[in-house]
């Protein structure tokens, strides 16, 4: 089973393409790669998620590229933690109004 990596630090010029051929060399595997992209203009956000095809090509690609320039900017790459359950919360503010 392969790990997700965070790639933080992430110039907005860089792409899929660009991370996948990086992340391959030395014959590392690439599963996947998703740039994540602000929804509202689909400009990047600066980070994304690379899928390796094992957990030796993710310790591999952390050590190599791990503070690494691409695209004129030094990479964060790590592990990727697991999305926490978001709590209600929200909304608040309740009680008076504006009436005193």
């Known amino acids: 089973m392969g790990k997700r990596l965070y790639v ?5 010029n860089s792409t ?4 996948t051929s990086a992340f391959e060399q030395d014959g590392r595997k690439v599963s996947s790669v998703s ?4 929804r509202d203009t689909g400009r990047s956000r600066g980070f994304a ?4 095809a094992s957990d030796g090509d993710a310790t591999a690609a952390i050590k ?10 030094a990479l964060r790459v790590n592990e990727a ?3 926490k359950p978001r709590t209600g919360g929200g909304g608040g503010g309740g ?6």
């Open 49 to 52: 998620f690379v899928e390796m």
């Open 35 to 38: 740039i994540v992209t602000d």
């Open 95 to 100: 009680g008076n109004r504006g009436r005193w």
């Open 8 to 12: 933080g630090n992430l110039s907005f």
């Open 64 to 73: 190599a590229l791990n503070g690494v320039e691409i695209d004129g900017r």
């Open 16 to 19: 899929e393409a660009s991370l």
């Open 81 to 83: 933690e697991e999305r």
